[in-house]
């Protein structure tokens, strides 16, 4: 870690640059406004002025952003070539493309633009200019490739699609085929509107396709699809996908009718195979096994097998699970998780005895021809050809190689959840490989000196934190390991904790724990925590993985802080406080913003009597999933319990959780250790019972 030394240094030289800086900020400022009121020749005079000032680019990119229509190819070409260490290049660079369009430039648009650098509106763009220069081919073929999405595109398309009509190529078979798309990306306004692109005969089907959608229990009246005959099966299929997602019982009772009466294609029963096998494990019901084996039998995506095991792991059928980890391909089945799983497998059963192997149950009335890579599922219920569907390799690699212990040692190795994890299991200390950096004062006088660098800083100080940001990335972007080691100690020197975490992940700081788990907002944190009865070590865990320490963070769907409070959230919580509802601004400050978080915390603490790991998944997911994941009887050993939490985003959020608390404790001054709940997630409804 950089030294105090090079702190007071770094901070020592960025101060006497701030001096001068902050002078010409008001007059950075007054720049913009004479820009604003259309003064330009005297915000070209002034902007002048402000030539050896940091932000002195964004001055030019203001002024060419309001006059695009006026900027030369030269003036652009040198503006991307003096600031071409900045976003604004390349940001500058669209709005002129965008120009050429709105210029109806036809010729320099196609001399300048590539095809697909931005987004498909400059596609359509491109071809359009192709119409426009005569090359009616290129044109056609652009907008048919265009036109065949599952999703409507931008109106910049509408003029090409226009004139490509007229060939009448986007009426009939294209129109069906786009429908399927349609249906399938869930774009039901957009099939609507194609039904008049649709022939007579079938503007029907797609009306019902469109209503199956809206109501898929119309499957029971199956005689309304027999007269369609195989053209049904389109629609029959994206029915019983929403079906089992709508009442999964009702699905289980139809679908053998269908499967008999209509010729659904390998492919087509695969996909409902997998959204049964998907579905009923997800939501733990009983014959989920069933339908798994079942996908297997048809084909199954990459996903299934994870969703395998993971069934099996619910049920704690060990003999099951270590079966399903042999579908894993070789890169797949070498993975932390699996290999932990695999150990844990091998300590439940023992040397796997090759002439006792378990089956898992298959309707072998139901068999369509199986590829090669089939295989593999065909041994999940033939176990008198095991050895003969399995090649060698398969059996070497996944069952001769019994070594539990050893491949716990190779995992405790590293600094994540399962070498976490394995090293618990072996009572060994975790390993956290730390590994302080050190940076030297020249190196930081070099990289304070970049301009990219001096811009990120000012920007950050005028509280153009978007700005900020965007010319960070850029900046890690553009440089090399070593070059963001030196980042991330400057970022973290400034308290710009976010940044430095971004800079120190792909860097020579990688392992340098106190950049990369910063305890920032110390006070704050420690005053909160221990007025909820929070672990300290718990609360910046869940800053960390929520917002690494960013104050200002906003979150797609309204979130806010460094807690990513929802705004519904923080009134019932300020109402439970007994404080005024507070404004966004006050959600963006850590004072506020940690005082509700940690609230939170405490409040969903008390309600799973302390179980942190529980507690954890409902700040992500919520109190009533939580709670509905919960066992009800038995109580289950953390590990399972965690790895079984259907979300994959809330499974991998407590296990960061869980990892970073190990090493906050540490910075903590605090044992070095998982939580104490992962050792028995309790049941709603205790009994006195024998777990398996």
């Not at 036109?147 to 931008?154: E, I």
């Not at 699996?338 to 378990?358: N, T």
Request: hydrophobic fraction near 40%; include cysteine.
């Amino acid at each position: 870690m950089a030294g105090v030394s090079h702190a007071n240094y770094s901070l020592s030289f960025q101060a006497n640059q701030e001096q001068l800086w902050e002078a010409q900020r008001e007059k950075y400022n007054n720049t913009l406004k004479l820009l604003t009121k259309g003064q330009r020749e005297r915000f070209r005079e002034e902007a002048e002025t402000l030539r050896d000032y940091p932000l002195y680019p964004y001055l030019k990119y203001r002024e060419y952003s309001r006059y695009i229509s006026s900027v030369s190819k030269e003036e652009l070409d040198e503006f991307i070539d003096e600031f071409s260490d900045s976003p604004l290049a390349g940001w500058l660079r669209r709005k002129w493309i965008n120009n050429l369009a709105s210029q109806k430039d036809w010729d320099t648009y196609l001399q300048e633009y590539r095809l697909g650098q931005y987004d498909t509106k400059y596609d359509c763009y491109y071809y359009w200019a192709q119409y426009k220069v005569g090359d009616r081919e290129t044109a056609f073929a652009g907008a048919r490739q265009l036109w065949l999405v599952g999703a409507s595109q931008d109106n910049a398309c509408d003029p090409l699609f226009e004139v490509w009509k007229t060939t009448g190529e986007m009426f009939g078979d294209l129109a069906w085929e786009r429908t399927a798309l349609a249906m399938a990306n869930k774009k039901i306004q957009l099939a609507r509107y194609l039904e008049n692109h649709l022939p007579k005969e079938l503007q029907p089907l797609s009306r019902e396709w469109r209503d199956l959608y809206r109501d898929p229990r119309r499957l029971k009246y199956m005689k309304r699809y027999t007269k369609w005959g195989d053209s049904a099966r389109p629609l029959l299929i994206t029915a019983f996908s929403r079906l089992i997602r709508k009442d999964e019982k009702l699905a289980q009772e139809l679908w053998p009718q269908y499967a008999a009466t209509f010729n659904f294609s390998a492919a087509e029963r695969a996909k409902v195979a997998n959204e049964f096998a998907f579905v009923l494990a997800v939501r733990k019901q009983d014959n989920a096994d069933f339908w798994l084996s079942q996908a297997a039998q048809y084909g199954y995506d990459d996903e299934l097998i994870p969703i395998g095991i993971r069934h099996a792991l619910y049920e704690q059928d060990w003999s099951r699970l270590r079966i399903w980890l042999t579908l894993l391909n070789e890169q797949q089945w070498q993975d932390e998780t699996w290999q932990y799983w695999q150990a844990r497998a091998e300590s439940k059963l023992g040397e796997v005895d090759l002439a006792q192997l378990p089956q898992i149950r298959i309707d072998q009335y139901h068999v369509d021809v199986l590829t090669y890579q089939q295989r593999f599922s065909q041994a999940l219920y033939n176990k008198d050809q095991f050895m003969d569907l399995l090649p060698d390799s398969v059996v070497k690699a996944k069952f001769t190689r019994y070594d539990p212990v050893a491949r716990l040692e190779k995992l405790s190795e590293q600094r994540n959840f399962y070498g976490f994890l394995a090293s618990e299991r072996l009572n060994k200390p975790l390993n956290l490989n730390i590994e302080p950096t050190q940076v030297r004062e020249e190196d930081l006088n070099a990289m304070i000196a970049q301009p990219a660098v001096q811009r990120a800083r000012e920007l950050f100080a005028i509280n153009e934190l978007n700005l900020a940001r965007s010319e960070w990335e850029h900046l890690i972007r553009r440089t090399n390991e070593q070059e963001r080691s030196i980042l991330a100690h400057l970022a973290y020197i400034w308290g710009w904790h976010h940044p430095a975490i971004r800079a120190a992940y792909q860097s020579d700081a990688y392992n340098n724990l106190e950049i990369r788990f910063p305890t920032a907002f110390e006070t704050v944190v420690n005053k909160y925590a221990s007025s909820s009865g929070l672990d300290t070590d718990w609360v910046f865990s869940l800053i960390r993985q929520e917002s690494a320490f960013m104050p200002q963070a906003r979150s797609s769907v309204g979130a806010m802080g460094m807690m990513q409070i929802m705004p519904r959230t923080a009134k019932q919580l300020s109402r439970s406080i007994g404080i005024p509802t507070p404004s966004t601004h006050d959600m963006l400050t850590p004072e506020t913003n940690i005082k509700l978080g940690t609230h939170y915390m405490s409040q969903l603490q008390q309600q799973f009597n302390g179980n942190i790991i529980l507690a954890t998944a409902a700040y992500n997911a919520g109190p009533h999933r939580a709670n509905a994941w919960q066992p009800t009887y038995l109580p289950v050993s953390g590990d399972i319990w965690v790895e079984t939490i259907p979300f994959k985003e809330t499974r991998n959020y407590v296990k960061n959780i869980l990892t970073y608390q190990a090493i906050y404790r540490h910075h903590l001054g605090k044992e070095v250790k998982l939580s104490h709940a992962l050792k028995l997630i309790p049941a709603k409804k205790m009994q006195v019972t024998v777990m398996r």
